[in-house]
C-alpha cells in the first residue's frame, strides 16, 4: 500500500473559513458574540474530498493519506490562547469527520493550539484529546509560532520537552511544519517553510535533543529544506561542532518527506539520505498545484519521481509504505486490525 | 584560469579583530578613546595569506580568489553607522592591502557599512570609493543586517535601489550574504547562510526587480540555498504567482556559487542550473574546514566535485572562470591589462 505522509484539508468548506474570521473579528471587537465552530454537514465534507485530495490519491495510485489542518491557516501568531484552542479544535473535528467518513483513506494528524512563546499545557491536553479521543495518529509542531519574526526557543530547548514527554508516552511523531508568514522578508511557501525545516535540523545538530528523548520522532517535511543538497556541510559542521557523525546523532529520530518537486530533487534525496529516513509525501493539495510544462504532470504528483528512482523495489516499499508505519505506530496499529 | 568566486579573510592579524573589539567597548562606555584601524605590517599580511588562503588555493590548483572580508565578522546588527562605517573601512583596506601584496591571486570585493533600516548614502560611498580608488569588483550585500530578525525590506524594495543604481553605474555585482545571527533559533553556517539564500531568491521570483535593473547582477552563494534542490517548487510557484518562468524572469541576472560540500549536491547544481549561471567558489576558509572521513578530502575542497562532473570541457571553463569574467566585468578588464 501507498501512504502519502503529508496532506492538509486546504479545501475545507468556506463556512469553516467564516468561523475563523468571526474568531478574528471578535479579538478586534470584543462585543462580537462568540460563535461555536461552523455546522458544516456530512455532505460538503464528502464533496470537499472526493473532488480533491481523494480524486487524486486514486488517480495517482495512492491509498492513504496522513491529513491535517490547513497548515498556513494554523495562525499561531495570534497571541490569545482561547482564539488558539478554539480553532485548533475546530480543524482537528473537522479532519476527524473526514478521517471518519473515509477511514480507508485518511488518517488525522493534529493541529496545535501554539501560540508565541505560550504555554504548552492546551497544547499537550489537545494532542492527547486527539490521539486518545479522535483516533489521531501524530501532531504538526510549529517551531516558530510567530510566523516569521523566530521569537520562539529553539526545539532544543526545554520550553518544548512537556510536548516531547506527551509524544513519547503517546508513541506519536510531529511533523515540524510552520504556517504563514508575518514577515514581508519570507514568502510562506518559498521561503518560510524551506527555512523552517533547514532550521530545525540546523538545531538538533546544534543540540542533543535525542540523548533526552531517545523515542521521539520528527518529520522534517519539503525534502528535509536545504538539509540533502547540503548534506556534506551539514555532516561537516555536525564535526566542527563537535557532534557525533549524523547517523548517531540525529537520524535515529528525524526522518525526511519526499514533497520535492523535480525528479533530480528525489534523485539527490535517494542518493544522500538513508532510504530508513525518507517518508513518501506529496503535500497534495498544497504549495504548487499547477502542471510543470516540460514534463506534462503535476508538480506535486510525487510518487512518480519515487517511481523513476534508480532503487530496489524493497527500498520503495519502505519510503511508500513501511517506514510511515514505522514512524506511526499508531497507524500501523490501526491498519493492522482492519487486515491492511 | 581557475577563479575562485568566494572567499573571505577569516585569518586577518588578530590586531584586526582588537580593532573591532575597541569599537563595540567604546559604543558601551563613551568615555573610551577612539582608536584608529590597527597598524598591521605587511610581513603580517603576507603569513596569514601564504599559511592560509594562498597555500590552498596553490594546493587545490586554482589561480585567483575573488576576496572579501570575513562575512560573520560584518556585524551589521551595531547600529551605529559611524562604527559600520570605520568597521568597514578598515576591513576593506586590509583586503586592498591583500591584493595589492598578491595581486595574481586576489581581487577584492567590499563589505558595506550597512545598519538595521539605516540609511545607503555610506554604503554607496564606501562602494564607490573601493570601486574606484581601491580597484575592487564586486561588494557584498546583507539582505538582513539585523542579523537573523529580518526587519529590513525585501531586497525588491526601493529601500535598495540607490545601492543598485550605483552597482550598475560602476558595472559590478553583488553577492547576497548576510553576516552573524544574532537569533539563537538560527546557526550563523547552518541555517542563517542558507536561509538567506533562499529567501534571497524566492523575493526576487516575487518581485520585478529586473526589469527596473536589467543589467544588475546577483551572487546568491553557497550554491543558492535550497534553491536548486528544489528547483521544480521554485518554477511551480514563479508559475502560480503569475510571473514569466525562471530563466526569463530572473536567470538572466542572477547567479549561484558552488559552496555545496559533496559531490550529489554538486551533480544537483550541474543537472538543474544553466550552466551560464554557475560560479566557481569554495568559501574557504570558511564554514567546514575539515576532512570528509568518508573521501579522505576537505569537504570544501570544491573543485574536486566540479572536475568529477559529467560536463564538457568547455561547461567547466565557463563554471572556472569564463562566467566570472562575464559577471566580474572590471576582474576581466583587469586579467586583461595583465595579458590574462
Not at 526545554?158 to 513519547?168: I, Q
Amino acid at each position: 500500500m501507498i501512504i502519502d505522509c503529508h496532506g492538509h484539508y486546504t479545501t475545507a468548506p468556506p463556512e469553516h473559513r467564516g468561523f475563523r474570521e468571526a474568531q478574528l473579528a471578535r479579538l478586534e471587537d470584543p462585543t462580537l458574540p462568540a460563535l461555536g465552530a461552523a455546522e458544516i454537514g456530512d455532505e460538503q465534507i464528502r464533496e470537499s474530498i472526493e473532488a480533491n485530495q481523494l480524486r487524486l490519491l486514486r488517480e495517482r495510485g495512492c491509498d492513504l493519506m496522513i491529513f491535517s489542518p490547513q497548515a498556513s491557516a494554523m495562525e499561531h501568531h495570534v497571541p490569545d490562547p482561547g482564539t488558539a484552542l478554539a480553532w485548533a479544535r475546530a480543524c482537528n473535528d473537522l479532519v476527524a469527520r473526514v478521517v471518519g467518513l473515509f477511514p480507508d483513506h485518511f488518517a488525522g494528524v493534529c493541529q496545535l493550539p501554539q501560540t508565541p512563546g505560550g504555554d504548552l499545557a492546551a497544547p499537550v491536553a489537545e494532542l492527547r484529546r486527539c490521539v486518545e479521543e479522535l483516533g489521531f495518529v501524530g501532531c504538526n509542531l510549529n517551531p516558530d509560532p510567530s510566523g516569521g519574526h523566530w521569537t520562539s526557543k529553539p526545539l532544543t530547548d526545554e520550553y518544548w520537552f512537556s510536548l516531547y514527554e506527551a509524544m513519547v508516552e503517546l508513541d506519536v511523531p510531529a511533523m515540524i511544519h510552520v504556517s504563514s508568514s508575518c514577515n514581508e522578508n519570507f514568502h510562506a511557501l518559498g521561503a518560510h517553510y524551506i527555512n523552517a525545516d533547514t532550521t530545525a535540523f540546523m538545531q538538533l545538530i546544534e543540540g542533543d535533543l535525542f540523548a533526552r528523548f531517545p523515542t521521539l520522532r520528527l518529520i522534517i517535511p519539503h525534502g528535509g529544506g536545504a538539509v540533502p543538497y547540503h548534506w556534506g556541510r551539514y555532516r561537516g559542521l555536525a564535526d566542527r561542532l563537535g557532534r557525533p557523525p549524523l547517523d548517531e546523532h540525529v537520524m535515529g529520530n528525524v526522518f525526511f518527506d519526499t514533497c520535492v518537486y523535480h525528479q533530480p530533487g528525489i534523485d539527490l534525496l535517494g542518493r544522500v539520505i538513508p532510504v530508513d529516513n525518507i517518508l513518501f509525501a506529496s503535500e497534495l493539495l498544497g504549495a504548487v498545484r499547477g502542471v510543470d510544462p516540460e514534463t506534462g504532470f503535476y508538480w506535486d504528483d510525487t510518487k512518480r519521481y519515487i517511481d523513476a528512482l534508480d532503487v530496489p523495489g524493497e527500498d520503495k516499499r519502505k519510503v511508500f509504505e513501511l517506514n510511515a508505519r514505522r514512524v506511526y505506530p499508531r497507524l500501523d496499529a490501526q491498519l493492522e486490525a482492519r487486515g491492511k
